[in-house]
């Protein structure tokens, strides 16, 4: 049975007017913010703004000085999304096509991928949100998999559908790395241009990263961290376990110990759990979780933004949320691409 997927609008100036700001952008499935530090840095004003999960909302509340209302997104109404809006910004829901979700739900008998009906046709309606509120051009964000999902069929089926509204697609898989946070972590952008203005060629590139610059886990650490993160004596004791019983059948399952000069594993949501895919060591003692704070920089959220909710819903948060630099990176070259064409605003 479908669940009820909550949503929230913001919305400033009904035409989705920049008044002084650069341009103006809509953030569907907007998390705690990521995508909106992102395009605002470049000078964007947010105009509306959508997500389910009341938690999240209070922390974009905190954040951003208006804390969403909630609904169904299913029965969201199309004409309350701002016309003639810059972008529009999206980090629709991925478990429906990572690796992880795909696997967890054939165990379970479920659906995956656009066979959803919770997470995975929740595509069709940004689709359709799309259409109503044609921005110049898009900015989307999902796991790496949605590439290869269904043997390709799934990326297939969401080219066409964005082609059938005539916006031109590409995308390409950056891993946060090399946008300077301390963390392997590799997700798809997919960039969108309405050809109706900029015809089948926009002339947009994808950035390229300065790999040189290289942060590691020791420069987001703090000094002196809560004793209450540190991994109790049963619980180290039942993750050496767990580790042991997985490799004595040949496979890498179990707790990663993450080395303070390198970069970590991909933060999850589920860290909040045991903290088992990124534990940092201590000499002496047990090793730990990240503090919610580190998990916060470890995604590039500044030290400023304040953290409002408990530290579980800390973890889903941070865990979920897209990396700002990143989006920071591509819009840059999607606002010049649109600069080009004298199409900002």
Not at 115 to 126: A, E, I, P, S
Not at 141 to 156: A, F, I, M, Q
């Amino acid at each position: 049975m479908n669940r009820q997927h909550e949503v929230e609008g913001t919305r400033n100036g009904g035409d989705g007017g920049a008044g002084d700001a650069r341009f103006t952008f809509t953030d569907f499935f907007c998390g705690i913010g990521g995508f909106r530090l992102g395009l605002e840095a470049l000078g964007g004003r947010c105009v509306y703004s959508v997500e389910r999960d009341r938690h999240a909302r209070r922390t974009y509340g905190a954040w951003f000085g208006a804390e969403p209302e909630g609904g169904d997104i299913n029965q969201l109404d199309l004409n309350r999304i701002p016309a003639r809006h810059t972008l529009m910004a999206a980090g629709f829901p991925c478990p429906a096509f990572s690796a992880a979700g795909v696997s967890k739900r054939n165990s379970m008998g479920r659906p995956h991928g656009l066979d959803d009906l919770d997470q995975g046709v929740l595509f069709f309606r940004l689709a359709e949100a799309l259409a109503a509120g044609r921005p110049r051009a898009f900015i989307f964000e999902n796991v790496k998999n949605l590439l290869h999902h269904d043997s390709g069929r799934t990326w297939r089926i969401m080219r066409e559908r964005l082609g059938e509204l005539d916006y031109s697609v590409s995308a390409r898989v950056y891993n946060a790395r090399h946008f300077a946070v301390p963390q392997h972590r590799e997700r798809v952008i997919i960039v969108g241009f309405d050809k109706r203005l900029f015809g089948e060629d926009s002339g947009f590139r994808f950035p390229e990263p300065d790999r040189r610059i290289r942060s590691v886990l020791s420069c987001i650490l703090d000094r002196r961290p809560d004793p209450k993160y540190t991994l109790s004596d049963e619980m180290w004791a039942f993750l050496q376990r767990y580790k042991a019983k997985h490799a004595a059948k040949g496979n890498g399952f179990g707790y990663s110990e993450a080395r303070l000069d390198e970069i970590t594993r991909t933060l999850s949501a589920r860290y909040y759990k045991d903290g088992s895919e990124i534990l940092v060591p201590q000499s002496g003692d047990n090793p730990r979780r990240l503090t919610p704070r580190e998990a916060a920089r470890l995604m590039g959220f500044p030290d400023r933004l304040p953290i409002v909710v408990s530290d579980t819903q800390a973890y889903r948060q941070f865990g979920n949320a897209v990396v700002p630099a990143m989006v920071e990176a591509v819009g840059a070259e999607v606002l010049k691409t649109i600069e080009r064409r004298a199409l900002l605003n």
